[in-house]
């Protein structure tokens, strides 16, 4: 059986680097490619696709998680591996959260992904080791590790946004904001913004600019 591929990613050498190495296996058909979220989630729709390749991040448009949930989210849709170079606990968070089958760094070995790949197609979890282990590690310590919602809110006080900004991003109060980084201080046994920031992004919680 043809297993159906889209590509969906914003770099034209991503995508011909990514095709170069798929053509290569016989089970294998790149039907689709996709240079933005949006255009993943329309043609997701409308191509006869088993496996959508998606990135993370596509510059100021929708992000790879949003669209992995638009995808999932379909009757009979199919499966979204996911495939980044960010391993942070917010990206792989949200993307599992989001519905994805599978999440895979771009570093991953040609016979890695094409394994990656028939096990989503297949309808099971592909998860690279080193994300497998993160969350692993997530379940082993509960109590100290942070939830999805204080990753968000960590994760725009590392983009600059203000408490105000953030409460209006996530529509939420700002006491409520407040309130998260109070836990997230605790959890990172810190005292302000900046430390939580530097402390998060040292463990990989976070992406840092």
């Not at 989630?41 to 696709?49: I, Q």
């Not at 969350?135 to 310590?141: A, E, G, H, N, Q």
């Amino acid at each position: 059986m043809t297993i159906r591929l889209l590509l969906a990613d914003d770099h034209p050498v991503v995508r011909a680097g990514l095709r170069a190495v798929l053509d290569t296996e016989a089970d294998f058909a790149v039907v689709a490619e996709a240079a933005t979220a949006e255009r993943a989630v329309e043609l997701a729709a409308c191509e006869p696709v088993d496996v959508v390749l998606m990135d993370l991040q596509f510059g100021p448009g929708m992000h790879g998680s949003e669209a992995t949930a638009l995808i999932t989210a379909r009757p009979g849709a199919p499966r979204v591996l996911v495939l980044t170079t960010y391993d942070t606990d917010a990206d792989i968070l949200a993307a599992v959260e989001a519905g994805a089958s599978g999440y895979l760094l771009k570093d991953a070995p040609p016979e890695e992904l094409a394994a990656a790949v028939r096990t989503a197609a297949a309808g099971q979890s592909a998860l690279a080791p080193a994300v497998a282990l993160r969350l692993m590690d997530r379940m082993r310590t509960p109590a100290e590790a942070l939830t999805k919602r204080e990753l968000e809110v960590l994760q725009l006080v590392a983009d600059g946004l203000s408490n105000q900004q953030i409460s209006k991003r996530l529509f939420l109060s700002q006491a409520t904001v407040k309130s998260h980084l109070v836990h997230v201080y605790a959890k990172l046994g810190v005292e302000s913004r900046t430390a939580a920031v530097a402390a998060a992004a040292t463990r990989r919680l976070i992406r840092t600019p």
